[in-house]
């Protein structure tokens, strides 16, 4: 399948590419979720705080306490596969990266954040359908991450969907103001979509 085809599809199909609205039926607890006391309460303070935040520097303290939750899958194995996956990333061996992903979403089908990393990997190694697929499932699971909707939002730019892509990356901007790069993007792409204000 074509990726146009695909985005077209997972916009279609149960608004899986795209932000929840106000009034939509967000995703029930997950496994994760469940597996974990208090991981949602202690997302919700981070991502306020994170709303918050004055600077650069203080933001990027938040994004990682967050990304730290996120890559806490509540299984131990799940967990050190992870830490494996991470390694042949940094050494840009895509094709292990990928098989230990792979691995990890067999255990834990459930978890974002491998989906988010397996769709990096995707990426890099020229699948763009298969990490729209996997950002897809991410947001279904994890509709704060605004790692992955900046990944879909990039993605569906590319693939010239750019209105769906400013709606996801103006998201990504609501949870993260201090993300300059998305911004610079969704100004870009505000003044394509919408035009100049007179």
Do not use: C
């Not at 306020?48 to 004055?54: F, G, M, N, Y």
């Not at 306490?65 to 042949?88: H, K």
């Not at 892509?165 to 610079?184: F, I, K, N, T």
């Amino acid at each position: 399948m074509s990726l146009r085809l695909l985005l077209s599809a997972l916009i279609l199909a149960s608004g899986l590419a795209l932000p929840v609205e106000a009034g939509e039926e967000v995703p029930r607890a997950t496994p994760i979720q469940q597996s974990q006391p208090g991981r949602q309460k202690v997302l919700d303070e981070l991502f306020e705080r994170l709303a918050k935040a004055q600077d650069a520097a203080e933001a990027r303290g938040i994004e990682r306490a967050i990304q730290r939750v996120w890559m806490r899958s509540g299984s131990d194995t799940a967990d050190l596969l992870m830490g494996r996956a991470m390694q042949a990333m940094t050494r840009k061996n895509y094709t292990l990266t990928l098989q230990v992903l792979d691995s990890i979403i067999e255990i834990e089908p459930q978890w974002a954040e491998a989906r988010h990393r397996r769709a990096i990997a995707r990426f890099y190694a020229q699948d763009e359908a298969g990490a729209a697929e996997d950002l897809a499932h991410a947001l279904a699971l994890e509709p704060k991450h605004f790692g992955a909707l900046t990944g879909m939002g990039s993605i569906m730019h590319r693939a010239g969907f750019d209105k769906g892509a400013l709606a996801l990356l103006r998201r990504a901007l609501e949870l993260h103001p201090q993300q300059e790069s998305v911004r610079s993007l969704v100004e870009k792409l505000r003044l394509e979509v919408e035009g100049r204000e007179i």
